[in-house]
């Protein structure tokens, strides 16, 4: 199982960036898919997670009206748009898959089973 996390880079505060994760090795609709970040210093932290569909999503509160997560299962790749990026977003970002068939996004970094390589935000002001 391989997920290739992209997107990331260095934007000014209140700009824009989308990331994606392409994941392969895995039948892709089957898992519960999810967006964490780790700053320096600091626990890894669940930023959005979506079911299998796609039909049900949920963020945390810190990016609430300014992140949104997405997928598209036949190209076996989920998106992070983030909009209004602010300082403290500067983390390196990673994908997520729990196992096969579970149920829906947590916020918990050990209810995962796979994960990407992360890829680097940073936001300067």
């Known amino acids: 199982v391989q997920l290739q996390a992209s997107g990331g880079g260095l934007v000014q505060a209140g700009g824009s960036l989308r990331l994606s994760c392409v994941a392969s090795g895995l039948t892709f609709s089957r898992y519960v898919m999810g967006w964490f970040r780790q700053a320096p210093g600091k626990e890894r932290e669940f930023v959005a997670g979506t079911s299998r569909s796609g039909g049900t999503t949920s963020v945390a509160e810190s990016v609430k009206d300014r992140f949104t997560i997405s997928r598209e299962n036949t190209k076996s790749t989920l998106y992070l748009q983030m909009n209004s990026l602010k300082r403290e977003d500067t983390a390196v970002y990673y994908c997520?898959?729990?196992?096969?068939?579970?149920?829906?996004?947590?916020?918990?970094?050990?209810?995962?089973?796979?994960w990407g390589q992360g890829t680097q935000v940073t936001v300067s002001s």
């Open positions: 997520a898959a729990k196992s096969e068939y579970a149920g829906a996004a947590t916020t918990s970094h050990y209810d995962y089973e796979y």
